[in-house]
């Protein structure tokens, strides 16, 4: 492992693949990893240029009491797909950006290698600031049973879900590496695979 620069690893994988549970593994040893979704939503938040495009695009009452109006937002991202770009295309860059700035400070304080976890990695433009891409997969009825039973919902509500990322067939041609959360091939062999050839 190079010691003179940062290894920075992309962690994605569709929705009840395990990437959260993959992420959770990095850490315990000791690789920081960044959780874009909730950065993400700090940032809507706390960041001045977002609250303001968000604003321009949406009016004073995308938000409300300091707090993000998200039925008004959501309703606006799935009334079509280019609502939806609008949005990321406010959002997506300053998630980039501390996400650089927190990869930096992670390296001046000794890390060599730090991972972002995205289910969104690729779509996000995310991938074009990490070195090694990681896509968790697994049987698509092994996640639909995680996901019902984590978010208490329907099948048919799940594949909708599954059915609106991108494939994994498209995210693992894109990958370095592939990990398989399907409860029987044992996750830490896997990892420590991975690492030894980062």
């Known amino acids: 492992m190079n ?79 280019d609502n939806a770009a609008k949005i990321n295309s406010i959002v997506h860059p300053r998630v980039k950006k501390a996400f650089l700035s927190w990869a930096d400070e992670r390296f001046s304080g000794g890390d060599r290698v730090v991972a972002i976890e995205s289910a969104i990695l690729f779509e996000s433009g995310f991938s074009d600031v990490v070195d090694k891409i990681v896509t968790v997969v697994a049987p698509i009825d092994v996640r639909v049973s995680r996901v019902m039973s984590r978010d208490s919902t329907t099948r048919d509500k799940v594949m909708e879900r599954i059915n609106s990322q991108m494939g994994d067939d498209e995210k693992i041609s894109k990958s370095d590496f592939i990990i398989e959360n399907d409860g029987r091939k044992p996750l830490n062999e896997q990892i420590d695979v991975m690492l030894s050839v980062l």
């Open 3 to 81: 010691n003179n620069r940062l290894i920075k690893i992309g962690v994605t994988g569709g929705i009840g693949s395990g990437k959260s549970f993959l992420s959770s593994m990095l850490k315990e040893r000791g690789i920081p990893v960044f959780d874009s979704d909730t950065e993400a939503k700090k940032l809507m938040l706390t960041d001045v240029f977002i609250i303001s495009s968000l604003k321009s695009l949406l009016g004073e009452d995308v938000y409300t009491g300091g707090k993000l109006n998200k039925p008004l937002l959501a309703s606006y991202i799935f009334s079509s797909a």
